[in-house]
């Protein structure tokens, strides 16, 4: 079946610093990604929507100028989190879409700690 | 907008046994479809069931199977001869159909726990 897949599957950075996770699709294209934060024993709260070659739409109360999103391929979605902070500790995951509706393809994850 | 409610935050049941799961949600949509995920231990997004709106036959996957009540909103999963692999959250999703959206709306999770 489709894979989705997510750079790197843990990272730990100072704060301050930028990091950036990557989303790839392995065997099919994706026209919309969907990037979720996830706080430790809560459910997952979509960010923003990601259109191949288009801005990114963010939902209400995400910061775009700090969660920068690229959809520049139809095989690649990233994520930048900017001058991260200890409180942008989550677990990111991103989702494609485009294709059938009812099917979803998660990637694994991306644990981010900030120190 | 959309919100889906899992009432139960925590369930246990023993190995073997049949367990069932809670889920209300609440739309001014007609199309739409209804989804349950498991998230194990390693965070992967595992799609469990999903259901069609239009269908009125509740679906079945193997041990899992759903009762989609359109009228009241709701959408139980039920866990039949429940397995130590079971244990995991249990997240209930609605997402609309058409309008250009995909948006997977998500409930707060039922966290499960298959004892031996």
């Known amino acids: 079946g489709a894979v989705v897949s997510q750079h790197p599957s843990w990272v730990i950075c100072k704060s301050g610093t930028s990091v950036k996770i990557e989303c790839r699709s392995l065997?099919?294209?994706?026209?919309?990604m969907f990037w979720y934060r996830q706080f430790p024993k809560q459910s997952l709260m979509l960010m923003a929507t990601?259109?191949?070659?288009?801005?990114?739409?963010?939902e209400q109360g995400v910061e775009k100028d700090k969660f920068l999103i690229n959809h520049a391929s139809l095989t690649l979605s990233t994520l930048t989190v900017t001058s991260a902070h200890p409180e942008d500790s989550s677990f990111y995951i991103c989702r494609s879409g485009g294709g059938i509706s009812y099917e979803q393809y998660f990637g694994p994850g991306t644990r981010l700690t900030v120190t | 907008a959309q919100t889906v409610t899992q009432s139960q935050p925590e369930m246990s049941v023993q190995e073997a046994e049949t367990v069932t799961l809670s889920c209300t949600y609440d739309?001014?949509?007609?199309?739409?479809?209804l989804f349950w995920y498991k998230q194990p231990p390693s965070r992967q997004m595992i799609l469990v069931i999903r259901?069609?709106?239009?269908?009125?036959q509740n679906a079945t996957e193997n041990r899992f199977s759903v009762n989609f009540q359109k009228a009241a909103k709701s959408f139980s999963l039920k866990i039949s001869d429940s397995q130590l692999g079971d244990t995991a959250m249990y997240f209930c999703a609605f997402m609309k159909i058409g309008g250009g959206s995909e948006k997977l709306v998500f409930g707060k999770g039922t966290k499960l726990t298959v004892n031996p």
């Open positions: 990601s259109n191949e070659g288009s801005k990114a739409t963010y």
């Open positions: 739309t001014s949509e007609s199309n739409y479809y």
């Open positions: 065997d099919f294209q994706a026209t919309t």
């Open positions: 259901q069609e709106a239009y269908k009125q």
